[in-house]
């Protein structure tokens, strides 16, 4: 290990699953120590298997653990750590827990809490993105406070438009209206919702695209002022506005419009003087890109531009955060072949809901360009007060073709046994469908154009077989056969029968 | 009477004949066994799970819950009595929209429930009068516990 990599001591890790054991790799590959947290839920968890330095957190409801700030700050004091990584998720975008290590001396992986207030208010972030000629779609300039003024603005940029919350993000605090009678109802339903998920009721509208794709661009900013890309993302296959399958490079964008598209991405992290990791997301109707959002921290999927970049852009975030400046420039940075990544989630194939349970047998699959990030152990217990992801399977290949196959392949030998159900039969429906080949989707596929198929008689049938092979050989040891051991006593002795 | 042998909690047509099965490696750890099996010519691995009355089975990543026999109990969600409304999973209930002795519609919100940040309503599947709630807000539920009984119920 270099004494240049030395950025920090001890980095704790404010998170837990998948995020966390990804995070403690890189610590340990750059000779930092990292410590892990865990609440009683997590007791089990394989990410405390990863650390130099595991601290028990509290109860299991989030808010007595990975989201309780004083609580994290003072293991993070008690322990010396010099920096906190905060992962995705719980306080990963929370300015108050970035001003709080600001405060503490202690390095918040991450921007400063200044750049996540306003990335965290999306009606500011979008005003200031429009100031900057960032191309958005058209919707409200600030907040939507009366009917009377939405239903000017909607007979203005026409129907369907989506309600969205300035707090909200990933989905939650949306509504979508199609038409102009539902439109008062809509208006409180999401302000009150948004009241009580995020504690505020601010509500803006946006034209709604029904037929687009969720394309994003990775950006890493240092402290100096040097911006670079590493291309773009393609994520429209989603369930719930969640990402569940996801590739590099975005498929069939012409060559000149990727390039916009990274400029474009470019110029707007430049807007709020990025630092860190961080991805820039727009959607894409085939012709234009409109901006999103700004996501300011490290993405579940970041795991598909590593392999096509060879960058780890956890080890960039924390030279970042060091004050070091980048060690990459856009001219040496450049993409190899293609990748694929599928979420696994603990979650039953046909419904879509969350399925809960106990892990009794994990076998992750292996191959060169097959890599898993996930923290499953036997005894692993998937609960419900977190995220029910069990991991995320990538693929790299030289095609799309290929990549894809290794990831079907991998994902049949991805084993996870045990009371809960995962959502691996719906992945596989996925890859296996020729639109999905062909880059012929959109951000409501999954949804409303993938039927999910249960698995047949024949199917059934060998899992069937496997259970009552293991019935029956579980009874034959069990209870002895009788005449085997009358026949033992007959002849006086212990000798064992053919 | 030959056992009912449910796949999914549906059952398997037809019989099943473990004679047919070339098992050529088989592994045990616990309740957990791992097999590896020619059937009709072609190759198949499988994790076999044991809890109880239930084999969990993974086969090329489909899970399946196997069962040999009648069921004990009525696997959630696939109540015969339309009248009990039961939790689909682990969860915990977060609001609950009726009180004991009110009338309901088949369809309507009976409680909400929260699994893994994810709302979700519990609604009658029969019409008739709530005759008892056995849930309170806040309170962590497992998979298949009552909620409520229906009473009076035409579904």
Redesign the interface.
């Known amino acids: 290990v270099s004494r240049e990599d030395r950025h920090f001591k001890k980095i704790l890790v404010a998170n837990r699953g998948s995020v966390a054991t990804r995070i403690m790799r890189t610590c340990r590959e750059m000779g930092i120590a990292s410590v892990a947290l865990y609440s009683d839920a997590d007791k089990g968890s394989g990410h405390i298997l990863h650390a130099d330095e595991i601290y028990y957190l509290g109860p299991s409801p989030a808010e007595e653990s990975y989201l309780h700030i004083e609580k994290i700050l003072q293991v993070a004091k008690g322990a010396g750590c010099d920096a906190i990584h905060p992962g995705y998720g719980f306080l990963s975008e929370n300015p108050a827990f970035a001003r709080r290590c600001e405060e503490e001396g202690i390095t918040f992986i991450g921007p400063s809490s200044e750049v996540l207030q306003l990335l965290g208010d999306k009606i500011d972030c979008l005003e200031l993105m429009r100031r900057m000629r960032v191309p958005t779609l058209p919707g409200s300039e600030g907040p939507v406070r009366a009917e009377a003024q939405a239903r000017s603005l909607v007979r203005e940029i026409g129907l369907p438009v989506i309600l969205k919350a300035s707090q909200g993000g990933g989905g939650l605090g949306t509504r979508i209206v199609r038409d102009e009678a539902e439109l008062d109802a809509a208006l409180v339903s999401v302000a009150l919702q948004s009241r009580k998920l995020f504690g505020d009721g601010t509500v803006f509208i946006e034209r709604y695209l029904p037929s687009a794709r969720h394309i994003e661009v990775q950006i890493l900013g240092d402290r100096h002022g040097h911006l670079v890309h590493l291309f773009d993302r393609e994520c429209s296959i989603q369930r ?1 506005h969640q990402k569940v399958i996801e590739e590099a490079p975005s498929p069939n964008i012409p060559a000149r419009d990727r390039e916009r598209l990274h400029q474009i991405a470019l110029h707007a992290a430049h807007a709020v003087a990025y630092r860190g990791a961080c991805t820039v997301e727009f959607l894409y109707d085939g012709r234009d890109f409109y901006f999103l959002e700004i996501n300011p921290r490290l993405q579940v999927e970041h795991g598909v531009t590593e392999l096509i970049t060879g960058v780890d852009l956890v080890r960039q975030q924390i030279r970042i955060a060091a004050g070091a400046p980048l060690e990459l420039d856009q001219a040496s940075l450049s993409t190899t072949g293609y990748a694929v990544e599928a979420r696994v989630y603990a979650e039953d194939p046909a419904t879509l ?4 349970g106990t892990i ?2 994990v ?1 992750v699959p292996y191959g060169q360009g097959v890599r898993v990030d996930t923290f499953l152990e ?1 005894g692993t217990e998937i ?6 992801m069990l991991g995320k399977v990538i693929a790299q290949a030289r095609s799309k073709e290929v990549a894809v196959r290794k990831l079907t392949f991998a ?9 809960l ?2 959502n ?2 719906l ?2 429906q996925v890859l296996e469908d020729e639109r999905f080949l062909r880059g012929e989707y959109d951000t409501v596929f999954l949804e409303k154009r993938v039927q999910y198929r ?2 047949g ?1 024949e ?16 009874a034959a040891r069990e209870v002895p056969p009788a005449r085997a051991r009358a026949s033992g006593w007959r002849r006086g002795g212990w000798e064992l029968l053919p | 009477v030959r056992e009912v ?1 449910l ?2 909690r ?1 059952a ?2 037809g019989p ?1 004949d ?1 004679t ?2 070339d ?1 050529i490696h ?1 592994h045990e750890s ?6 590896a ?1 020619f ?1 009709e010519g072609r190759p ?1 691995h ?6 109880g009355d239930q ?10 819950v ?1 069962s ?1 026999g009648r069921p004990q109990v009525q696997p959630a969600g696939r109540e015969t009595d339309e009248g009990v409304l039961r939790a ?5 209930v977060i609001a609950i929209h009726k009180a004991p002795g009110d009338p309901v519609e088949r369809g309507e919100p009976v409680v909400r429930i ?5 709302e ?1 309503n519990l609604s009658a599947r029969a019409t008739g009068v709530v005759s008892a709630l056995h849930v309170r807000v806040g309170e ?1 539920l497992r998979g298949g516990a009552v909620v409520a009984v229906i009473e009076g119920g035409n579904g």
Do not use: W
């Not at chain 1, 809901?353 to 809960?356: C, G, N, R, T, V």
């Not at chain 2, 499988?46 to 809890?51: I, P």
């Not at chain 2, 084999?55 to 399946?64: A, E, I, L, S």
């Open positions: 719930r809901l969350p399925a809960p009794d047998v076998r036997p609960s419900d007060f977190y995220d029910p994902l049949r030998r991805f084993v996870v046994n045990g009371t159900r995962t691996i039969p992945l596989l249960p698995p008689e199917a059934r049938r060998i899992a069937a077989l496997a259970a009552l092979v293991v019935r029956e050989r579980a | 042998i796949v999914n549906e398997l047509e099943l473990s047919l099965v098992v088989h616990g309740p957990a066994h791992t097999l099996f059937f198949y499988a994790s076999v799970v044991r809890r084999y969990h089975v993974v086969v090329d990543g489909q899970g399946f196997v040999f689909p999973m682990d969860c915990r929260e699994s893994m940040k994810l979700s962590s």
